[in-house]
């Protein structure tokens, strides 16, 4: 009993001797790569209509959730196997095991954890009352669904499930924008340090077309093309718009580089058009 109770003392459940002495009689326990100790049924796609990325920091989940950057309607982040599986440190037999969530939803609930810890249920856009969350509340600015982050079963997303992302996440723009006009009238000498608190108000006034004077260094002078209607900068000589190029001014359009010598129209000419000036 004596020498018994000195080994365990000497060799504990973590220490290195126990891990060498279990690892050769049972390799399965610590082989990780295995597909047949866990089969994954199937995946939880998380996909993305945000303007940007967002780090997350999850038992199951730790690193940057993509957002859209070269246009795209939608992006996927991430895919949650199901059911999903974490490495933990093992006390029995010492090393590391791979645990499983038993529950048929398991992978769901994770991929909801991942995007709003807040929330509870098996509905990604369920909204708390008042009471539930406090209750429930972990932290706050945690809730990625109502970004435009979403949980689905499928690998490319049905259109509804994006039009209900995009209707989430224009939602909260909108009162993100509504915010920063008010935090302008009522405490105009923080607005500085809001805006560097919210940076999505720049790409939601972006999204909805809204001109306002504290997105820019400085304000800009907005006119009607002349050409084509739009609402351009004052002082132009040409810009972009649904039909294509509209010139104001062919010259310095051309002097730009922007329009070449063939496409300015004989009645927009100048004298010396085209001309090379002697070195």
Same mark, same amino acid.
């Given at each position: 009993?004596?020498?018994?109770?000195?080994?365990?003392?000497?060799? *504990?459940?973590?220490?290195?001797?126990?891990?060498?002495?279990?690892?050769?009689?049972?390799?399965?326990?610590? =082989?990780?790569?295995?597909?047949?100790?866990?089969?994954?049924?199937?995946?939880?796609?998380?996909?993305?209509?945000?303007?940007?990325?967002? /780090?997350?920091?999850?038992?199951?989940?730790? *690193? #940057?959730?993509?957002?859209?950057? $070269?246009?795209? +309607? %939608?992006?996927?982040?991430?895919?949650?196997?199901?059911?999903?599986?974490?490495?933990?440190?093992?006390?029995?037999?010492?090393?590391?095991?791979?645990?499983?969530?038993? +529950?048929?939803?398991?992978?769901?609930?994770?991929?909801? /954890?991942?995007?709003?810890? $807040? $929330?509870?249920?098996?509905?990604?856009?369920?909204?708390?009352?008042?009471?539930?969350?406090?209750? %429930?509340?972990? *932290?706050? $600015?945690?809730?990625?669904?109502?970004?435009?982050?979403?949980?689905?079963?499928?690998?490319?997303?049905?259109?509804?499930?994006?039009?209900?992302?995009?209707?989430?996440? /224009?939602?909260? !723009?909108? #009162?993100?924008?509504?915010?920063?006009? &008010?935090?302008?009238?009522?405490?105009?000498?923080?607005?500085?340090?809001?805006?560097?608190?919210?940076?999505?108000?720049?790409?939601?006034?972006? #999204?909805?077309?809204?001109?306002?004077?504290?997105?820019?260094?400085?304000? @800009? @002078?907005?006119?009607?093309?002349?050409?084509?209607?739009?609402?351009?900068?004052?002082?132009?000589?040409?810009?972009?718009?649904?039909?294509?190029?509209?010139?104001? =001014? !062919?010259?310095?359009? %051309?002097?730009?580089? +922007?329009?070449?010598?063939?496409? @300015?129209?004989?009645?927009?000419?100048? &004298?010396?058009?085209?001309?090379?000036?002697?070195?």
């Amino acid at each position: 009993m004596a020498a018994n109770a000195t080994i365990k003392q000497t060799h *504990g459940f973590t220490d290195q001797l126990t891990q060498g002495l279990m690892r050769p009689q049972n390799p399965d326990m610590y =082989d990780t790569n295995m597909p047949r100790m866990y089969p994954i049924h199937r995946h939880i796609y998380i996909h993305s209509v945000a303007k940007r990325d967002f /780090d997350v920091r999850h038992v199951y989940f730790r *690193g #940057a959730l993509a957002g859209c950057h $070269n246009g795209e +309607r %939608y992006v996927t982040c991430y895919a949650v196997p199901d059911p999903p599986q974490q490495i933990a440190p093992d006390a029995e037999r010492g090393g590391k095991r791979v645990e499983v969530e038993p +529950r048929d939803n398991a992978g769901w609930r994770v991929a909801i /954890d991942i995007l709003n810890p $807040n $929330n509870p249920t098996d509905d990604p856009y369920f909204k708390l009352d008042a009471k539930s969350a406090a209750f %429930y509340s972990i *932290g706050q $600015n945690v809730d990625l669904i109502k970004q435009g982050l979403f949980p689905s079963l499928n690998q490319v997303p049905t259109e509804a499930e994006l039009l209900k992302a995009e209707a989430a996440r /224009d939602a909260t !723009w909108q #009162a993100l924008i509504d915010e920063a006009f &008010q935090e302008q009238a009522s405490n105009p000498q923080n607005l500085r340090n809001w805006l560097r608190a919210h940076p999505d108000v720049y790409d939601a006034v972006a #999204a909805f077309g809204i001109e306002a004077d504290f997105i820019t260094k400085k304000a @800009v @002078v907005k006119q009607e093309c002349p050409n084509c209607g739009s609402s351009i900068k004052a002082g132009i000589a040409f810009h972009m718009y649904e039909g294509g190029l509209c010139v104001l =001014d !062919w010259r310095r359009a %051309y002097e730009s580089g +922007r329009v070449k010598k063939e496409d @300015v129209p004989p009645g927009k000419r100048w &004298q010396g058009f085209g001309k090379v000036e002697p070195v």
